[in-house]
């Protein structure tokens, strides 16, 4: 069984800084992708940041320059460090992960439960 688990959300007022941390643990060969989604209420989930196993990153146009994605791939953990928060930043944030369970095995994605994020103005 493989298992992702977010922590750091929480409630911030704009402008603060929140980081969050998604660990994976469980059977696990290899991990390739990492990424962190959002869903505010009401919208459809978007992807905010993700980074492959070379530390290589892609970001959402409305996070650039302020949200920074890392992983230590020696703890199987991503990263998000979000600075500058802003209301619109307020959604329930899911880890992915892109695993493979044996050196045989196929891919699979796997995602957390989510952790919310609350920035006020």
């Known amino acids: 069984q493989v298992q992702l688990v977010e922590s750091g959300g929480g409630l911030v007022q704009a402008g603060e800084s929140l980081r969050l941390s998604c660990a994976a643990s469980g059977s696990i060969f290899a991990i390739g992708d990492m990424a962190w989604y959002r869903q505010a209420a009401g919208k459809q989930r978007e992807l905010v940041a993700s980074?492959?196993?070379?530390?290589?990153?892609r970001y959402a146009q409305s996070v650039k320059s302020r949200f920074a994605i890392s992983r230590d791939n020696a703890k199987n953990t991503v990263y998000l460090q979000m600075n500058s928060l802003k209301p619109e930043d307020t959604a329930v944030y899911y880890c992915?992960?892109?695993?493979?369970?044996?050196?045989?095995?196929?891919?699979?994605?796997?995602w957390g439960q989510g952790t919310q994020v609350t920035v006020s103005s």
């Open positions: 992915y992960a892109n695993i493979q369970l044996s050196r045989w095995s196929r891919w699979y994605y796997y």
């Open positions: 980074v492959n196993n070379v530390g290589s990153t």
